[in-house]
């Protein structure tokens, strides 16, 4: 099977600007989940989707939004974009339909660099 | 919500040494934990999981033990080699369908 595939691999915004982010799952996976790592805060979880629909959320304000489609592709935005939110941004795909046992399975990432 | 912790940030050891890194959760309703290490560059790859039913899992250098009652986990590197040099994360599925991460661990493995 394919792997979970993002574009775009890399972007350059500036501040107040918005973007949004893809990322395509491994076939016949539900749930997409997506996160935020940068150099000393690891990776922070920003939200998961199975259906269509948000199922978990982390901690993240509300510029931070999602959504994911019937194929389960889903889209990140990101919008009024600070210097802060320069960051590698990973999604990660699993099954999502056995509860405490789901394994993810990351994309390689979209690099975001805000000026 | 599930907190997960992860010691030390920093390991470095001599090629052909272990390696052991520690990680705790609180929510008691946790019982799958998988390992993920990520290369400079490149995406997580899980490399070894445990569910609550099993104390201990081995592949070949790799294995992980686990301690319920303690919530306790652990990943041991046995015979390490510059190749494992890498960020290595915990994680605890919160029961449901959320993933916690620990902030990770480098490696570094010494020729």
């Known amino acids: 099977k394919a792997g979970v595939t993002q574009t775009p691999r890399y972007l350059i915004k500036t501040r107040g600007q918005q973007v949004t982010l893809s990322c395509s799952p491994i076939s016949g996976h539900r749930s997409v989940s997506w996160y935020q790592q940068t150099p000393g805060q690891g990776l922070q979880f920003l939200f998961e989707y199975f259906s269509e629909t948000q199922r978990n959320k982390g901690n993240f304000p509300g510029r931070f939004s999602g959504r994911q489609f019937s194929n389960s592709r889903s889209e990140m935005n990101v919008s009024t974009l600070e210097l802060g939110d320069s960051a590698l941004y990973l999604c990660?795909?699993?099954?999502?339909?056995?509860?405490?046992?789901?394994?993810?399975?990351f994309g390689p990432g979209t690099r975001l660099t805000v000026l | 919500g599930e907190n997960v912790e992860q010691h030390p940030s920093t390991l470095s050891v001599q090629e052909g040494d272990s390696a052991v890194i520690k990680c705790t959760y609180s929510?008691?309703?946790?019982?799958?934990f998988p390992w993920y290490k990520q290369e400079l560059g490149k995406r997580p790859q899980l490399i070894i999981d445990?569910?609550?039913?099993?104390g201990e899992k081995k592949d070949q250098r790799i294995a992980v033990t686990l301690n319920k009652t303690a919530k306790h986990f652990s990943l041991h590197i046995t015979e390490t080699q510059p190749e494992d040099s890498a960020v290595y994360f915990c994680?605890?599925?919160?029961?449901?369908?959320?993933?916690?991460f620990g902030a990770g661990t480098r490696l570094f493995v010494k020729a």
């Open positions: 994680a605890a599925i919160d029961g449901g369908f959320k993933t916690i």
């Open positions: 990660a795909s699993s099954p999502g339909v056995v509860a405490g046992e789901d394994t993810q399975y």
């Open positions: 929510d008691s309703a946790s019982n799958y």
């Open positions: 445990i569910r609550s039913n099993v």
